[in-house]
């Protein structure tokens, strides 16, 4: 085991766990910005898969493929992570998983070596109760692919402490990401909680018979979905002003749907088995010519996005 401190963020060395669709995304962003990458995985054929598809990414996005030449695939987690001075954990979306992992990555690092969990939902502070150091323990939530998407909220629990969050945070920003401070560790940390806000209103609307489903895509990307990214909302308050902003709210926050429980109608669709892409309907038909249209249609946008 390793004793020197933890480095300066620019070169530090990186353990990516779980080499998934996250997985193999955050650690082609590493390699990217010139970390040396390490990644695993419990499933030998991922783990085999993981540097062919960040290669295949590169190419996809015109980047130098050699960069793949800075991630070693390790079959071993006290390999993977023994030298790291930063391991992200990405495996699946399970708490007893993650505590048993961390519980045994924490054995294998040096002792300032920080630990981020990528989770989407899961508080950051059951997965890193049961650690020693859990001053040095995060959440990074990446958005993806995270080779396009910018934003990592990096969450703090109530033990983190404030070196590790701006280390963190000076990582993420040396590698080209757009870190975001949560300053508590509450569900759905800040992203998920704007969007599905937004989703909950959007089902309420179609529940109501006050539009259907395509008609509220439309809306959104034909309004404000055109301003969103460079107009955020508080900033488009500011704009409008604070004095509009609340008379406004006092007429449509009562008609706003505030139930504190997922909508009787997106429970139907899953009861009836109309999951979306992956069953061919959901709150619309997806003909597979449509979802592969609607996939490389997002894909083009965020490039554009990046490249603009
Ligand atoms: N998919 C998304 O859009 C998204 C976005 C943000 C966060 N997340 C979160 O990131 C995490 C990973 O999601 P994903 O979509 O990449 O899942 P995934 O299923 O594509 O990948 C998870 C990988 O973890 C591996 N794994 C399982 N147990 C392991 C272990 N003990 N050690 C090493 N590897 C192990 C699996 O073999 C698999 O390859 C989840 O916590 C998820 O909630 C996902």
Redesign the pocket.
Known sequence: MAADPVKEPASARIAV???????HGIAQVFALAGHEVTI????VQ?LDTAKSRIAANLRDLGEDERVVENVRACAD?AEAVGDADYVV?????DLP??Q??FAEIERHVHPDTILA??????PITAIMQGLTRRECAVGT????PPFLVPLVEVIETQWTSAETIAWTMKLHEGAGKTPAHVKKDVPGFIGNRLQHALWREAISLVEQGICDAETVDSVVKASFGRRLPVLGPLENADLVGTDLTLAIHNIVLPAIDSRPAPSPYLQKLVADKKLGFKSGEGFRKWSPDEQAALRATVMKHLKAMRDG
């Open positions: 766990i779980g080499a998934g669709l996250m997985g695993t995985d419990s499933f991922t987690l954990e990405a495996v699946l979306e998983l993650k048993k992992l969990s990528n989770t989407s939902v899961i939530h990446w958005w993806n």
